[in-house]
C-alpha cells in the first residue's frame, strides 16, 4: 500500500495577493527600524532583564510621534497592499511557491507569538505583572483612581487570577512551538487578547495596539485551519488534518532547525522564567528599588503644621496643610492635601530606572508623591515630586524621630518658606494584609 502525498492547496488570485499583502503588513510591523529600539537592545541588563525584553517583544513602528499610532498601522497597510500588488504583478503563479510563503509566514508568526506570550505569562504567573498595592494606594479613596490604574489595581488585589491568566498564556505559548498543536493556541490567544484588546480600549490603557498586534499574529495560523474546524464543527463532516509540510532535508542546514528552537527555549522558557521568579521574591518592575528610611513605614497622622512660624490647625478645607503622611518601604513618602491634583497619564508603566517609574503616582489623585534622597546617617532628607506638573514641589528637611511613632520634619520649600510638620503614626491593619496572614476563612470571608 502505498502512503498517498498531500495535495498543496490551489491558490486563487485573490488569496495570493492577500497572501502577500499580509506578509508585508506583517514585516512592516514586526521589523524594528527605528533606533530607539536598538537603544532598548544594546543596553539590556540582567537587573532590567524582564522590562527591556517586554519593552523589545511589544515594539511597534512610531512614525508620526514617539509613541506607536493608528496612523502608522494605516500607513503600513497602505505600503502593504501597493507592495502586493506590484510583488504579484513580478511572479508567475506557482502553487509550490506560495504554499511555502504561507508555511514561513507560519513560521514566524507562531515563534514571534510565542516570544511575546512566555513574557507576558511569566510576569503573571509569578504575580509581578500588576504589583501589590502601595500603603499610598491603600490610603487613597477609590474614585481618585483613574480607569486604566482601576484595571491594575483589581488584578494586583487578586493574585489567584493573574496567576490562572499567566498559565494560560504559558499554555498558549508551548502549543506555539510545535506545528500540529499551534492551532490549538490561537483558539485560546484570540478570545484572551481580544478580551485584553477590548479592557486597553474601554480603561484607556498604553497597550491597546500591542493587543492588537497579538491578535494580528495569530490570523495566519488560525486562517490556515479555519475551513478543516468549520467542516468538522458546523458540517459535522470527517476531516483530514492538512500534513503538507517543508522537507527541510531540501536546504543544508534544515537538519539543525533544532538548535535555534532550543536557543528560543533558553531564552523565553528559562531565562524569562528565572527572572521572573527572582523578582518575584526580591524587587518589582514598578516601584522604586530604592530604600527609604529604616523603620520609618506606615501612615502617620499630621499633627502639627507651622508655616512660616504660624502654626495652621487642621481645616478639613484648607488647601495647603497636609492631612496626612505615607512612608513607604522604598524612597517614596505621599502627603494628602484637599487640594485638587493634576495626574499624569503613563504611556507605560514598565520603566527601568527608579526616576522613570511613574506607576505609583500616574493616574492618581487625592495625594501628592515625593521621591527622596537621604543624608548617610538619615537625618536630612530632600524630597522631590516627581510628577512633571509639580517640578518645582521641593522641600529639604531635616529629619528627627523622638520615638518609633513621632517623625518630625523642619526646613524649607523651594521658595525659601520654612515649615516644620509633626507626624504620628497610626495602627493601622489592612484587610488585604490580613487576609494574606490568617486566610479568608478565617476571618469569615468566603469565595
Given at each position: 500500500?502505498?502512503?498517498?502525498?498531500?495535495?498543496?492547496?490551489?491558490?486563487?488570485?485573490?488569496?495570493?495577493?492577500?497572501?502577500?499583502?499580509?506578509?508585508?503588513?506583517?514585516?512592516?510591523?514586526?521589523?524594528?527600524?527605528?533606533?530607539?529600539?536598538?537603544?532598548?537592545?544594546?543596553?539590556?541588563?540582567?537587573?532590567?532583564?524582564?522590562?527591556?525584553?517586554?519593552?523589545?517583544?511589544?515594539?511597534?513602528?512610531?512614525?508620526?510621534?514617539?509613541?506607536?499610532?493608528?496612523?502608522?498601522?494605516?500607513?503600513?497597510?497602505?505600503?502593504?497592499?501597493?507592495?502586493?500588488?506590484?510583488?504579484?504583478?513580478?511572479?508567475?503563479?506557482?502553487?509550490?511557491?506560495?504554499?511555502?510563503?504561507?508555511?514561513?509566514?507560519?513560521?514566524?508568526?507562531?515563534?514571534?507569538?510565542?516570544?511575546?506570550?512566555?513574557?507576558?505569562?511569566?510576569?503573571?504567573?509569578?504575580?509581578?505583572?500588576?504589583?501589590?498595592?502601595?500603603?499610598?494606594?491603600?490610603?487613597?479613596?477609590?474614585?481618585?483612581?483613574?480607569?486604566?490604574?482601576?484595571?491594575?489595581l483589581s488584578l494586583s488585589a487578586a493574585p489567584a487570577y493573574l496567576v490562572f491568566l499567566g498559565t494560560v498564556?504559558?499554555?498558549?505559548?508551548?502549543?506555539?512551538?510545535?506545528?500540529?498543536?499551534?492551532?490549538?493556541?490561537?483558539?485560546?490567544?484570540?478570545?484572551?487578547?481580544?478580551?485584553?484588546?477590548?479592557?486597553?480600549?474601554?480603561?484607556?490603557?498604553?497597550?491597546?495596539?500591542?493587543?492588537?498586534?497579538?491578535?494580528?499574529?495569530?490570523?495566519?495560523?488560525?486562517?490556515?485551519?479555519?475551513?478543516?474546524?468549520?467542516?468538522?464543527?458546523?458540517?459535522?463532516?470527517?476531516?483530514?488534518?492538512?500534513?503538507?509540510?517543508?522537507?527541510?532535508?531540501?536546504?543544508?542546514?534544515?537538519?539543525?532547525?533544532?538548535?535555534?528552537?532550543?536557543?528560543?527555549?533558553?531564552?523565553f522558557g528559562l531565562l524569562v522564567g528565572v527572572r521572573s521568579f527572582d523578582i518575584s521574591r526580591t524587587a518589582?518592575?514598578?516601584?522604586?528599588?530604592?530604600?527609604?528610611?529604616?523603620?520609618?513605614?506606615?501612615?502617620?497622622?499630621?499633627?502639627?503644621?507651622?508655616?512660616?512660624?504660624?502654626?495652621?490647625?487642621?481645616?478639613?478645607?484648607?488647601?495647603?496643610?497636609?492631612?496626612?503622611?505615607?512612608?513607604?518601604?522604598?524612597?517614596?513618602?505621599?502627603?494628602?492635601?484637599?487640594?485638587?491634583?493634576?495626574?499624569?497619564?503613563?504611556?507605560?508603566?514598565?520603566?527601568?530606572?527608579?526616576?522613570?517609574?511613574?506607576?505609583?503616582?500616574?493616574?492618581?489623585?487625592?495625594?501628592?508623591?515625593?521621591?527622596?534622597?537621604?543624608?548617610?546617617?538619615?537625618?536630612?532628607?530632600?524630597?522631590?515630586?516627581?510628577?512633571?506638573?509639580?517640578?518645582?514641589?521641593?522641600?529639604?528637611?531635616?529629619?528627627?524621630?523622638?520615638?518609633?511613632?513621632?517623625?518630625?520634619?523642619?526646613?524649607?520649600?523651594?521658595?525659601?518658606?520654612?515649615?516644620?510638620?509633626?507626624?504620628?503614626?497610626?495602627?493601622?491593619?489592612?484587610?488585604?494584609?490580613?487576609i494574606k496572614k490568617e486566610g479568608r476563612r478565617k476571618l469569615g470571608f468566603t469565595l
Open positions: 500500500m502505498t502512503q498517498r502525498t498531500p495535495q498543496i492547496p490551489l491558490y486563487a488570485p485573490w488569496q495570493r495577493y492577500t497572501l502577500r499583502a499580509g506578509i508585508l503588513f506583517i514585516l512592516f510591523l514586526s521589523l524594528p527600524l527605528q533606533a530607539d529600539f536598538y537603544r532598548t537592545l544594546f543596553a539590556i541588563e540582567w537587573t532590567y532583564f524582564i522590562t527591556d525584553v517586554f519593552n523589545l517583544l511589544v515594539f511597534l513602528p512610531h512614525y508620526f510621534g514617539d509613541e506607536p499610532q493608528i496612523y502608522d498601522w494605516l500607513l503600513g497597510l497602505g505600503i502593504a497592499l501597493i507592495g502586493a500588488l506590484l510583488w504579484i504583478k513580478r511572479e508567475a503563479p506557482n502553487v509550490e511557491r506560495d504554499a511555502l510563503y504561507f508555511y514561513v509566514l507560519r513560521i514566524f508568526v507562531r515563534f514571534r507569538l510565542a516570544s511575546i506570550l512566555f513574557v507576558a505569562g511569566f510576569t503573571k504567573f509569578f504575580a509581578i505583572f500588576a504589583p501589590e498595592l502601595s500603603l499610598s494606594h491603600l490610603n487613597t479613596g477609590y474614585g481618585y483612581f483613574e480607569d486604566w490604574k482601576h484595571l491594575y498564556e504559558l499554555l498558549a505559548a508551548v502549543l506555539l512551538l510545535f506545528r500540529r498543536t499551534s492551532f490549538l493556541a490561537t483558539i485560546i490567544i484570540i478570545p484572551f487578547y481580544g478580551n485584553v484588546f477590548l479592557a486597553d480600549i474601554a480603561y484607556g490603557g498604553a497597550y491597546y495596539l500591542a493587543s492588537a498586534y497579538i491578535v494580528l499574529l495569530t490570523l495566519p495560523i488560525f486562517l490556515y485551519d479555519i475551513g478543516r474546524l468549520s467542516r468538522l464543527v458546523i458540517d459535522l463532516q470527517a476531516t483530514v488534518p492538512e500534513r503538507w509540510a517543508f522537507d527541510w532535508k531540501q536546504v543544508g542546514w534544515g537538519q539543525w532547525k533544532w538548535i535555534p528552537k532550543l536557543l528560543f527555549v533558553v531564552l518589582s518592575l514598578y516601584y522604586p528599588e530604592e530604600s527609604g528610611l529604616s523603620n520609618i513605614a506606615g501612615k502617620y497622622i499630621v499633627e502639627s503644621y507651622v508655616l512660616n512660624g504660624n502654626r495652621i490647625d487642621f481645616s478639613p478645607t484648607h488647601k495647603s496643610r497636609w492631612k496626612d503622611v505615607v512612608f513607604e518601604k522604598w524612597n517614596t513618602l505621599s502627603v494628602r492635601v484637599n487640594d485638587s491634583i493634576q495626574t499624569t497619564t503613563s504611556k507605560g508603566f514598565l520603566k527601568r530606572e527608579d526616576g522613570k517609574r511613574d506607576y505609583e503616582y500616574a493616574q492618581v489623585g487625592d495625594r501628592l508623591y515625593y521621591r527622596y534622597d537621604t543624608s548617610s546617617d538619615q537625618k536630612q532628607v530632600i524630597l522631590q515630586n516627581p510628577n512633571p506638573h509639580y517640578a518645582n514641589d521641593r522641600y529639604t528637611f531635616s529629619v528627627t524621630r523622638p520615638d518609633s511613632s513621632r517623625v518630625a520634619l523642619r526646613g524649607k520649600n523651594a521658595q525659601g518658606d520654612s515649615l516644620f510638620v509633626e507626624l504620628r503614626k497610626t495602627d493601622k491593619r489592612y484587610l488585604l494584609e490580613e
